[in-house]
């Protein structure tokens, strides 16, 4: 193709207003000017692909999953805290159970990869929604892109809630209401069905950057806000649409016992081992608003002394030549 | 063929340098990063709210070198050595508990300093060249603007010829590092770390606003992969908790 040819059929038809009428000086004038302030030049960001999670932060929540009763850093009021005592991860067992979705607030924070893909209008050709995926346990979450409301808030609630969305420059904001209550964290915190996520979803380069901010005015007394990272991994195939989820019985023993698992209040006996096992205060390991900002440090100072040497969930590196201990065992691999 | 290949030329040279290219990246810039903001820690609260216990390395892809580095680690001898600082450099310091306080030097020159050890990092815009000189712990930072492409707003109109991006994020890029700690409690990186990040700025939902860093670590040396993270400030309407205390390879 020759030069004329590029600048009549590629260059022309993007910025109509240079000519190959004009003289090869405004040409080149025109040019610069146009590419000067069509930075970068192609449509709107694509973020559609399978999005590998990064191992480089929510260590031991994505790893072996959080410790029973710790909520440092996590701005719960005293029903949150209450309910999240009151949690026995057997419960995980009940049939009722083996099979219900986390919340959307678990697909922004992985641990598993990210799928999304967008629905286009066939004959607009425009994007009407983007969509969700983050594995077996987890609902889609479509976004809706065409400007429809928000239903009632008296309309059905599901696990993936309901979900609009619209850009802002090269920033998706989302915002998602309707949702089930479900677990705000993996030990046991919960969010009511009164809560909401918004997210903000940039690309930069194969890096997928999300800001997740959860409000609840049942469990919170300010945002949750969590941010993550993804990177884009080109090989994958990743289903878009996850298998059934098939029921297990992680504990055997409670088959036809009619026990529901669960610890009235004041009675969790695993409700001071977080802060034990790490030298803490109780007040931190029970959570607040006020644990999440550097003044909270204050508190600590004079009575917190690191443990002699870490013995529990020490690393998650996958270097295999480093041997350290991996989860709750002690042991050495 | 040369009208083509100056077109080509053009191409890489806007799409990659046009931020770089701005006399005054203060009246270039397409968010406002200045005033008082304060860290959120919410993951790996243990990790990075107070010092973590020696050999707690979760979350970090140390190799086996940065593990026996680490599990010598003796905050007594950095202090006698006058090294409280190690764990302050500028690969460690945003995901510590620290208020930012952001400012302009001077049209080309973002400065963003910390109350946590009382640390200045410099983010230089343009042609800006880093001084000879032994490292520092804040290393030699060069910034750009990325302004952002493609819709322009909510109704997902084009933006028109001549109308300024009112939408786009910060990248940095830091080299020549004082050597130092990922973390308090010992985990090195070495002098050929390199950290790369992208600043965002959103607008939350209750009016707030929220600084978004994704951060990358390079450092071949002590680290199995690139550590990449996120880290969440909060604005703050004045400097009413600003609180300078110098380093401690301690607390």
């Known amino acids: ?36 302030v069509t930075v970068p030049l192609f449509g709107q960001t694509d973020i559609a692909g399978v999005w590998a999670f990064i191992a480089g932060q929510y260590g031991q929540e994505n790893g072996n999953g959080s410790e029973l009763a710790d909520y440092t850093g996590i701005p719960i009021n005293d029903e949150g805290r209450a309910v999240g005592l009151s949690f026995s991860p057997t419960m995980w067992s009940e049939p009722g159970r083996q099979c219900q979705f986390y919340s959307p607030r678990y697909i922004s924070t992985g641990p598993f990869a990210l799928t999304i893909w967008n629905d286009i209008d066939p004959v607009t050709g425009r994007v009407i929604a983007w969509n969700m995926n983050a594995w077996i346990d987890k609902d889609i979450v479509t976004i809706w892109m065409d400007g429809r409301p928000h239903p009632s808030p008296n309309a059905f609630h599901s696990f993936g809630g ?114 034990k096992y790490y030298n803490l205060p109780l007040e931190a390991a029970q959570g607040s608003a006020e644990t999440m900002y550097p003044e909270f440090r204050k508190k600590l100072k004079d009575v917190y002394v690191p443990p002699q040497k870490c013995v529990r969930y020490c690393c998650d590196t996958r270097d295999p030549a480093v041997k350290c201990i991996r989860d709750g065992t002690g042991i050495v691999r | 063929m040369t009208r083509l290949a100056a077109f080509v030329s053009s191409l890489c040279f806007c799409s990659c340098g046009f931020a770089q290219s701005e006399l005054d990246a203060r009246a270039a810039a397409p968010i406002d990063l200045s005033g008082y903001w304060v860290t959120i820690i919410t993951p ?73 050890g009382m640390q ?27 302004l952002a492409g493609g819709v322009a707003g909510p109704r997902g109109r084009d933006r028109t010829p ?34 790369t990040e992208y600043w965002d700025l959103f607008n939350g939902p209750n009016g707030d606003q929220r600084i978004m860093i994704t951060q990358q670590v390079e450092d071949p040396q002590y680290l199995w992969r690139t550590w990449i993270t996120t880290l969440n400030f909060k604005k703050e309407s004045d400097g009413a908790k600003w609180d300078p205390t110098p380093c401690s390879a301690r607390w």
Request: proline share 8%; charged share 20%.
């Open chain 1, 1 to 36: 193709m020759g030069s004329d040819t590029v600048l009549g059929e590629v260059v022309e038809p993007m910025f109509p207003f240079i000519r190959r009428s004009a003289g090869p000086g405004l040409r080149a004038v025109s040019l610069w000017a146009a590419l000067l």
């Open chain 1, 162 to 275: 309901f979900t609009t969305g619209a850009w802002e420059g090269d920033t998706l904001v989302t915002r998602t209401t309707h949702m089930k209550w479900s677990y705000l964290r993996i030990n046991g915190l919960q969010h009511s069905d009164r809560a909401t996520l918004t997210q903000y979803i940039v690309r930069h380069g194969n890096l997928l950057s999300v800001m997740a901010y959860f409000e609840d005015p049942v469990f919170l007394t300010e945002p949750y806000v969590l941010t993550s990272v993804w990177e884009l991994n080109p090989k994958a195939n990743g289903p878009r649409f996850p298998p059934a989820c098939e029921p297990i019985n992680e504990s055997p023993r409670l088959e036809d016992t009619s026990i529901v698992p669960h610890y009235l209040p004041d009675r969790n006996p695993f409700a001071n081992d977080f802060a």
């Open chain 2, 120 to 146: 200045t990092r410099l983010l230089h815009f343009g042609n800006w060249k880093a001084p000879a000189g032994p490292a520092t712990w804040q290393g030699d930072s060069t910034a750009a603007w990325e």
């Open chain 2, 44 to 116: 790996d609260w243990r990790e990075r709210m107070v010092t973590p216990a020696k050999g707690d390395y979760l979350a970090v892809p140390i190799n086996a070198a940065a593990q026996k580095v680490a599990d010598a680690w003796d905050p007594a001898r950095d202090e006698a050595a006058g090294e409280q600082c190690r764990s302050y450099g500028a690969p460690a310091l945003m995901a510590t508990p620290t208020r930012l306080h952001i400012t302009w030097q001077d049209a080309n020159t973002l400065k963003v300093e910390t109350d946590y």
């Open chain 2, 162 to 195: 001549g109308e300024r991006s009112k939408f786009g994020n910060l990248t940095v890029d830091t080299t020549h590092i004082r050597p130092g700690y990922l973390r308090k409690n010992g985990i090195p990186y070495s002098a050929n770390a390199r950290v």
